[in-house]
């Protein structure tokens, strides 16, 4: 089993609509989630932070965190065409200061 | 501030040559990370410091890839000899604590014929 786990996609949906990424991991101790956007030739740029249980949001994204289940996920409301990008979820496993990346979901927002 | 800066942005050579990778940190931020990314395995860590200090370099594929970090403003990531399969885009990151995201660089993406 992967440390971080995410749907390469692509995630298709149309201008306007929410988008919703999803991200599993193995370690139950993991206390910090992140999430990143990378465009296609870009280095990946940190969007959200979330470190306890519940939902965050910060303008149109929400990040939501769920540690019994070991998920987190990304919601971008309002989707739009500039979205589309390559997201990936990253955790930072128990006892360590490193982050481990899942593969990323690849997002497409069809105008 | 400038951000992280990563130099050269683009790296060609032969199969057996030495590279050597370069990365400036955001000054103040006491951890730095060196990534690789490959369609394949996707982001993986090599390597970070702490305070000028490796922590962990578990990593590193091989014997091939050596890092340092001989101050808080400079690290450097040498593949001796490169084989074709090193291959990448290679990324810094600098963050300045354990629990927030990172700062990444515009890496390095290398081609070795």
């Known amino acids: 089993q992967k440390e971080v786990e995410q749907n390469s996609g692509p995630l298709s949906v149309p201008e306007g609509a929410i988008a919703s990424l999803n991200c599993t991991y193995s370690?139950?101790?993991?206390?910090?989630f992140f999430w990143y956007r990378q465009y296609s030739g870009k280095s990946p740029e940190l969007i959200m932070s979330?470190?306890?249980?519940g939902d965050k949001e910060d303008g149109r994204f929400t990040a939501q965190l769920n540690k019994a289940s070991q998920y987190v996920s990304l919601l971008i409301r309002d989707s739009q065409p500039s979205d589309s990008a390559t997201y990936l979820c990253?955790?930072?496993?128990?006892?360590?200061?490193?982050?481990?990346f899942g593969t990323g979901t690849r997002l497409k927002v069809l105008a | 501030d400038a951000g992280v800066i990563q130099s050269p942005r683009h790296e060609v050579t032969e199969m057996g040559q030495e590279v050597t990778l370069r990365c400036k940190p955001i000054?103040?931020?006491?951890?730095l990370f060196w990534y690789r990314q490959t369609m394949m395995r996707g982001l993986e860590l090599l390597i970070y410091?702490?305070?000028?200090?490796?922590?962990?370099d578990s990593g590193m594929p091989e014997d091939r890839f050596s890092a340092k970090m001989p101050n808080a403003s400079f690290s450097t990531l040498k593949i001796q000899p490169s084989e074709p399969r090193d291959s990448a885009v290679y990324f810094c990151?600098?963050?300045?604590?354990?629990?927030?995201?990172?700062?990444f660089g515009s890496g390095t993406r290398l081609t070795v014929v």
């Open positions: 370690d139950r101790g993991s206390q910090s």
């Open positions: 000054s103040g931020h006491d951890y």
């Open positions: 990253a955790v930072n496993p128990s006892g360590t200061y490193k982050y481990i």
């Open positions: 410091f702490n305070n000028n200090v490796p922590i962990d």
């Open positions: 979330i470190y306890s249980n």
């Open positions: 990151a600098s963050s300045p604590n354990r629990a927030g995201g990172y700062t």
